[in-house]
């Protein structure tokens, strides 16, 4: 166990004790206090974000052998999203998306950024952070950042008051199953100090829960913006000791349900302070399962594919909201969304201004509120991958494949159980393809031929999405394309 995790563990008792007994002295006042300010105060919002958890990776979304108790209260206390999207199927790109309201290749943010990367998120982008913080947020990130390690693009110069967790991906260390020798020792950062470095992963999620309802505890006076990105289910797997052999999927149910658990543990804190009323607390996940891990990834479910493609099981991910009086309770959204929304519908539920650099996303408030007759806010979502390839568009129920390369299991796949992953085997899609994603979910059968129309009319929008943001399929530039910043330019 590293020193870090040795010193914390050993003082997690008596603070307990003094937590706990400060809470029974002061929770009459603290109760009624939190009734009058809430009415005054702007909804605090909360986005879980967990590391290439599959759909199917969620008790009502399907999953089997893993006990997700939290998350189907959730659910059951708030709205179920069975069609949401992340804008790209791969770490860091994805969280650009996430953060800006950008499809991250316009911002030039590709793939998963590496120890060695030398940019990151620009500073001139603007985060949900960022745009919170005029409005008097306090900000803080736990967990998994990974857009950009050096220290201009560093959480604390992107709008956050707070980060405690890791700069990019945990199997970027000397312990890689495949390239041990390539990356340095893990690091730990609180804020821009690095405090640790860590051999045993073990209790990362237990860590990162603390630090999240600690956050919660301290700023239960004021507005706040939390985001707990979990570094799992990214391999490699770790659970703690209180979780391990738990679940009857292995290591990687046990981390589900560890996960399950701190989700569980961030309601409680907000129950706990009064903050339910006047809290959104957004889970999902930054893509789906990396299926060459075999018994250590996750379920799509019925859909195609997963992490790394821009079919369904790439892009689709489990997503639940919940906000105490404000969402109905138990319903299921199945209009399109995806995470590049999520920036502008929080501007519109705090007041906060939009940036000033075009976004992508649109407020879906009213598809959030499940209002009746409520339409996807957008035309078309763009599908991109691998360095600005525009992969796929979906427009409505229709989603339409350009030709292009994608990775897949291979045809004698037998599923490792040891976390280290097999090979895949190239494809080409040679022809464009057209699938109704109401009528067929798993893209089966492709309909080009008997809907030449729609074809015609999603190919009318990619263009329009190609002027704009280029395509490396078709050697298109964009031109509306912001570059990202290197260290060395950023001040």
Same mark, same amino acid.
């Given at each position: 166990m590293s020193t870090y995790f040795r *010193?914390?563990?050993?003082?997690?008792?008596?603070?307990?004790?003094?937590?706990? =007994?400060?809470?029974?002295?002061?929770?009459? +006042?603290? +109760?009624?206090?939190?009734?009058?300010?809430?009415?005054?105060?702007? #909804?605090?919002? @909360?986005?879980?974000?967990?590391?290439?958890?599959?759909?199917?990776?969620?008790? @009502?979304?399907?999953?089997?052998?893993?006990?997700?108790?939290?998350?189907?209260?959730?659910?059951?206390?708030?709205?179920?999203?069975?069609n949401f999207h992340v804008a790209n199927a791969v770490c860091s790109a994805s969280r650009a998306s996430l953060l800006t309201g950008c499809y991250s290749n316009r911002l030039g943010i590709f793939g998963a950024l590496s120890h060695q990367s030398k940019h990151g998120l620009s500073p001139d982008e603007m985060t949900i952070a960022e745009v919170l913080k005029p409005e008097g947020y306090t900000?803080?990130? @736990?967990?998994?950042?990974?857009? =950009?390690?050096?220290?201009?693009?560093?959480?604390?110069?992107?709008?956050?008051?707070?980060?405690?967790?890791?700069?990019?991906?945990?199997?970027?260390?000397?312990?890689?199953?495949?390239?041990?020798?390539?990356? #340095?020792?893990?690091?730990?950062?609180?804020?821009?100090?690095?405090?640790?470095?860590?051999?045993?992963? +073990?209790?990362?999620?237990?860590?990162?829960?603390?630090?999240?309802?600690?956050?919660?505890?301290?700023?239960?006076?004021? &507005?706040?913006?939390?985001?707990?990105?979990?570094?799992? #289910?990214?391999?490699?797997?770790? @659970?703690?000791?209180?979780?391990?052999?738990?679940?009857?999927?292995g290591i990687y149910g046990d981390v589900i349900m560890e996960i399950d658990w701190s989700v569980?543990?961030?309601?409680?804190?907000?129950?706990?302070?009064?903050?339910?009323?006047?809290?959104?607390?957004?889970?999902?996940?930054?893509?789906? %399962?990396?299926?060459?891990?075999?018994?250590?990834?996750?379920?799509?479910?019925?859909?195609?594919? =997963?992490?790394?493609?821009?079919?369904?099981?790439?892009?689709?991910? &489990?997503?639940? *909201?919940?906000?105490?009086?404000?969402?109905?309770?138990g319903k299921v959204q199945d209009k399109m969304a995806m995470t590049i929304d999520l920036?502008?519908?929080?501007?519109?539920?705090?007041?906060?201004?939009?940036? #000033?650099?075009?976004?992508? =996303?649109?407020?879906?408030? %009213?598809?959030?509120?499940?209002?009746?007759?409520?339409?996807?806010s957008q035309d078309a979502y763009f599908i991109y991958y691998n360095k600005n390839e525009l992969q796929a568009v979906i427009s409505g129920n229709w989603k339409l494949y350009f030709p292009h390369r994608y990775r897949s299991l291979p045809d004698d796949f037998i599923k490792p159980t040891n976390g280290i992953p097999v090979k895949y085997k190239m494809l080409d899609l040679t022809e464009m393809e057209l699938y109704n994603l109401e009528d067929d979910p798993a893209e089966t059968k492709n309909v080009i031929e008997e809907y030449p129309e729609i074809r015609d009319k999603l190919n009318t929008l990619a263009n329009a999405a190609r002027k704009d943001m280029g395509d490396a399929l078709q050697g298109i530039e964009g031109k509306n394309v912001r570059l990202p910043m290197k260290a060395s330019s950023a001040n």
């Open positions: *010193m914390h563990f050993n003082k997690i008792n008596c603070l307990s004790l003094l937590i706990i =007994g400060l809470v029974f002295l002061g929770c009459n +006042s603290t +109760s009624e206090n939190n009734g009058v300010d809430n009415e005054q105060q702007k #909804p605090n919002i @909360v986005i879980i974000f967990t590391d290439d958890q599959g759909y199917a990776d969620v008790g @009502v979304f399907g999953a089997k052998n893993i006990a997700t108790p939290n998350l189907d209260k959730m659910a059951k206390e708030g709205v179920q999203f069975t900000t803080g990130i @736990v967990g998994k950042w990974h857009l =950009g390690h050096l220290e201009p693009f560093l959480p604390t110069k992107q709008g956050f008051d707070e980060f405690f967790g890791l700069p990019y991906s945990n199997d970027m260390w000397p312990y890689h199953p495949e390239r041990p020798d390539f990356y #340095p020792p893990l690091p730990l950062y609180q804020n821009e100090t690095i405090i640790d470095t860590l051999i045993d992963q +073990s209790l990362l999620t237990t860590m990162y829960t603390e630090k999240a309802v600690d956050f919660i505890d301290r700023n239960s006076e004021k &507005p706040f913006f939390l985001y707990l990105a979990h570094s799992m #289910p990214h391999v490699p797997l770790f @659970v703690s000791d209180k979780f391990k052999g738990k679940s009857d999927a569980g543990q961030v309601i409680e804190a907000l129950e706990r302070n009064g903050l339910e009323e006047n809290t959104l607390v957004v889970f999902t996940s930054d893509n789906g %399962p990396w299926l060459s891990y075999g018994t250590h990834s996750g379920s799509t479910g019925i859909f195609k594919e =997963g992490k790394g493609t821009s079919w369904e099981g790439g892009i689709r991910v &489990p997503t639940i *909201m919940k906000w105490k009086g404000k969402l109905p309770k920036l502008p519908t929080i501007a519109h539920l705090t007041g906060a201004s939009l940036p #000033p650099n075009k976004i992508d =996303g649109k407020d879906i408030w %009213p598809l959030i509120e499940v209002e009746e007759g409520a339409e996807s």
